[in-house]
């Protein structure tokens, strides 16, 4: 499967964005997928996973309370709703798929990814 982040942008500290993952190829419905972000200077990030179907999702501490992960497999298509944005929240954004059910939030367990797409928050 390919995948194509997007909806990255600048925003005020405190604004919302909703980001995207879009499957060029492939289809979505059997794969769970995760968003991950890195930082400039700092190791990558796990932020949020979702089960294949949509009904399971986990968070990482920073996302807690403020993001909401989503999928409309029908669109083929991976959402991270972004609220309450922070200056830390700053980083290029990366959506990722793996075959195999079951949560994982190590990087490396994921083998399909996006390019990514970054996010800007200033205060």
């Known amino acids: 499967v390919q995948l194509q982040a997007s909806g990255g942008g600048l925003v005020q500290a405190g604004g919302s964005l909703r980001l995207s993952c879009a499957a060029s190829?492939?289809?979505?419905?059997?794969?769970?997928m995760v968003w991950f972000r890195q930082a400039p200077g700092k190791e990558r990030e796990f932020v949020a996973w979702i089960s294949r179907g949509g009904s399971n999702t986990y968070y990482g501490n920073a996302a807690k309370d403020r993001f909401t992960i989503s999928r409309d497999n029908a669109k083929n298509t991976m959402y991270l709703q972004m609220n309450s944005l922070r200056p830390e929240d700053t980083a290029a954004y990366y959506c990722?798929?793996?075959?195999?059910?079951?949560?994982?939030?190590?990087?490396?367990?994921?083998?399909?990814w996006g390019q990514g797409t970054l996010v800007t928050v200033s205060s």
């Open positions: 190829a492939g289809t979505l419905t059997n794969y769970v």
């Open positions: 990722a798929a793996r075959g195999r059910v079951g949560l994982s939030t190590y990087g490396t367990d994921y083998p399909y």
